[in-house]
Structure formats: structure tokens, C-alpha cells
């Protein structure tokens, strides 16, 4: 079973920012906390992952909380070509290679 | 460089029949995952190769599922006596080492009638 809850959908604006939220109550303390995206028709994309401190990269930030329970991936700028399916993924704690999916959060974009 | 590649794009098959799906990995990357997802769903782990280790098929639904990766490159899945519940989306991913980023193939969609 998946081991993090997305909502099920969000939407927003162009050009504005997103606040993708996730919660991974039972992480322990070496289990990284992965984000992919999957536009439509194709396969998955890695977005960004961390484990303690927040992240930046090209394509986003994502921000951890201090307690590690709940992380945010943010799109500073969202475009239209952003709307996809984001999935939050914490490793298992017992496998040290398995991704463990959930459903995801289905990103809708309106012009 | 080239990423991840998978044939058939699209692969339909009458139930009772065996099906043979290949994935070519990134050149160099050492593991390679196999996952399934229906249609609006997550995805579900199927099999993982790592390097010359024995692979992880502790996702595989069934034996009627099995996977070989030759020369710790190509890899094929293949489902024997498919029924109407393996039709969905079969996507092939591999990484530099296990816990890296994964890069996904475009994926084959099974249809079983």
C-alpha cells in the first residue's frame, strides 16, 4: 500500500504559483521522499527528491517539514504544459529500492 | 542520448495467449524496473534487476508473469495465458543504481480481449 496521501486533484491559474501538498505520517528517519510527474500518454518523470532540507532544481522547490510527516513540492510558475499527474513517493523503509505509488494529484492548469 | 525504449507501443492479444514485451535501458544503467498501471491508477511494481543479482520478483501477480534481462541490458517480460485483468499499461524504467532517479520508456499498453 502506498505509504503517502495526495488529494485526489487541484487546480490552477497560468502563470501562478502551486502548492502541491503531501503527507508521509510514517517516514523514518533515512527514507527520502521522491517526486514524479506523469503527463498524459506518457511515462513517468522525475521531478525532485529530498530528505531533510528543502530542494531546488529547474523544474521545482520542495519543502519539507521539520517533523518530516508532510512535504510540498512547489511550481513557482506553473505553465500549461505542467498539468499532469504529480506523485509523492516515500521509499520503503524495507526495500532499498522499491518506490512504493500511490494514486497521485491530478494538476488541472486553466489558461 | 537516447532514454528508455519499449516495443510494442501498443500490443492487442486474444486471452489464453503468451506475450512478450521488451525494454531497452539506458546504456550503462545498472538497474532496470518493470511496473504495470491501470488505467487511473498508480503505478505497481512488478520486478527489479540490479547489476548481476538475483532479480526481485516479489511484485510479479502471478507465475504466469516472469522476466529475464539479458547481459545486464535488455529485458523482456512475458505473460503466459494472459487474461482480461493483465490488460493495462507495462512500463520499463532504469537507473544509474537503485534509489536513483529512474527514467521511464514510453511504456506498451496491453489490451486482452
Known amino acids: ?6 488529494p485526489n486533484s487541484m487546480e490552477s491559474n497560468e502563470e501562478e504559483p502551486v502548492h502541491l501538498p503531501c503527507n508521509h505520517s510514517t517516514i523514518s528517519g ?3 521522499i521522491h517526486w514524479y510527474r506523469q503527463l498524459p500518454s506518457q ?25 518530516r510527516k508532510s512535504s510540498t513540492l512547489i511550481l513557482h510558475r506553473a505553465t500549461l504544459r505542467d498539468a499532469a499527474v504529480y506523485y509523492c513517493i516515500q521509499e520503503a523503509t524495507d526495500s532499498n529500492y ?7 494529484t491530478k494538476l488541472i492548469i486553466k489558461p | 542520448g537516447a532514454g528508455v525504449s519499449q516495443s510494442p507501443s501498443n500490443k492487442v492479444t486474444e486471452k ?30 512488478l520486478i527489479y534487476f540490479q547489476g548481476n ?3 526481485d520478483k516479489s511484485g510479479l501477480p502471478s507465475d504466469r508473469f516472469s522476466a529475464e534481462r539479458t547481459g545486464g541490458s535488455v529485458s523482456t517480460l512475458t505473460i503466459q495465458r494472459t487474461q482480461q485483468e493483465d ?8 537507473s544509474l543504481e537503485s534509489l536513483n532517479e529512474q527514467f521511464f520508456g514510453p511504456g506498451t499498453r496491453l489490451t486482452v480481449l
Not at chain 1, 1 to 6: E, N, V
Not at chain 1, 49 to 63: I, P, Y
Open chain 2, 16 to 45: 489464453g495467449k503468451d506475450v512478450e514485451l521488451r525494454c531497452d535501458p539506458i546504456s550503462g544503467h545498472t538497474a532496470l524496473y518493470w511496473y504495470r498501471q491501470s488505467l487511473g491508477q498508480g503505478l505497481e511494481f
Open chain 2, 87 to 94: 490488460s493495462a499499461v507495462y512500463l520499463c524504467a532504469s
Open chain 1, 30 to 32: 533515512t527514507d527520502y
Open chain 1, 43 to 67: 511515462g513517468p518523470e522525475y521531478v525532485i527528491h529530498g530528505l531533510t532540507s528543502n530542494v531546488n532544481n529547474r523544474m521545482a522547490s520542495l519543502a519539507i517539514a521539520e517533523d
Open chain 1, 1 to 6: 500500500d502506498a505509504k503517502t496521501t495526495q
Open chain 1, 98 to 104: 522499491q518506490l512504493i505509488w500511490g494514486a497521485g
Open chain 2, 53 to 55: 543479482s538475483a532479480p
